[in-house]
């Protein structure tokens, strides 16, 4: 789920910046490919990263200069920073600064003189040994606990969460990450896949249709100004990307995990409304929370592998029903060409 915000976000900064691009000042930070500036390829080699379409390891080079906002990661938030600076918008991002408050804290000089009195006090902590034949008799209260997530509708079989693993599906959400909250609204088929979005300002959707050839068409649309471009590999190149960005595979629900797979399942709370929480655990030890009231999907918390919040889904619409003006290019929609394209967004570069 993350990787198609990423991209969508992404190629809307792209969009707008497009024929704006000038090389910053020779800085480490944000020369992801080593040519000593700043600019539009360095954002897109981020962006691949960030979907694991590079290799870069932590701790490389290409990586360090990649993870603008030095996290720790390379998120579509660092392509969207270096594609800023490479435009001369130097955002004030504080970097990580080496901590040096760690050997002040290892200064335990009071604990060397009272570790050899204290030893003689060790022993006598262990002497309430004689309380604990008094616990015996109170642990048999202690299973009288009430379950915290009784009288919470639980899902049943026909529940939105699995809608979104049926891999058919239209949906209108609100994606909210440090940058702000953009709405979403997303809708797939068995051929179709169509996302649309509002971030940055600008009124963008792509649909990606499987062609008779058995590759994909992929369609970029100003839904304000009712126009259309084809994003053939050509167009791509021009403005840094590449086809197998496209992958519908990433783009999928049907990648989530069941509500069965839960390590954990607690009383939550999501929007004002008390709900069941469902901690899923994904490959690296990042981990998603689904909030579920009965049937109905609520929102996703999704946290990085050290338990940091990374983002926030928030669900206003799910359904089974794919509408048909998200499977084409709607009528009335008029094919532009690259530039007149272009030019629809010169304001916002």
Excluded at 293 to 321: K, M
Aim: glycine share 8%; charged share 25%; proline share 5%.
């Amino acid at each position: 789920m993350k990787k198609w915000i990423a991209i969508l976000v992404t190629l809307a900064v792209l969009i707008a910046g497009f024929g704006a691009f000038s090389l910053a000042e020779n800085v480490l930070r944000g020369d992801v490919n080593k040519d000593g500036a700043v600019g539009a390829d360095d954002a897109r080699l981020a962006l691949r990263r960030s979907v694991d379409l590079e290799t870069y390891e932590p701790g490389s080079d290409e990586f360090v200069a990649a993870d603008y906002d030095c996290d720790g990661s390379v998120s579509a938030m660092d392509a969207r920073y270096i594609l800023r600076a490479s435009v001369g918008i130097v955002d004030n991002i504080p970097g990580v600064e080496p901590t040096t408050e760690e050997p002040t804290s290892e200064e335990p000089t009071s604990e060397e003189p009272t570790s050899g009195e204290p030893s003689s006090e060790e022993p006598s902590s262990e002497e309430p040994s004689s309380e604990e034949p008094t616990t015996g008799e109170p642990t048999s209260e202690e299973p009288v606990t009430e379950d915290p997530t009784a009288g919470i509708p639980r899902p049943t079989k026909n529940n939105q969460y699995d809608i979104l693993r049926s891999g058919v599906y239209h949906v209108k959400a609100t994606t909210t990450d440090i940058s702000g909250s953009a709405p979403i609204e997303l809708a797939q088929t068995d051929k179709t896949t169509y996302m649309h979005t509002a971030a940055e300002g600008m009124d963008l959707a792509i649909l990606m249709k499987n062609n008779l050839l058995g590759g994909q068409t992929i369609y970029l649309m100003s839904i304000k100004d009712k126009a259309y471009i084809t994003l053939s590999k050509s167009v791509l190149d021009m403005i840094g990307l590449s086809e197998d960005m496209f992958d519908t595979e990433e783009f999928s629900f049907t990648s989530l995990k069941p509500l069965s797979d839960a390590t954990e399942v607690t009383k939550g709370t999501f929007n004002d409304t008390e709900c069941l929480a469902y901690k899923i655990m994904g490959e690296n030890g990042d981990y998603t929370v689904v909030y579920m009231y009965g049937d109905r999907l609520l929102g996703f918390e999704n946290y990085d592998a050290r338990g940091r919040l990374d983002n926030t889904t928030s669900f206003e619409l799910i359904s089974s029903d794919v509408p048909s003006d998200k499977k084409d290019v709607p009528k009335g929609y008029r094919l532009m060409g690259l530039i007149g394209f272009m030019n629809l967004f010169a304001d916002m570069a």
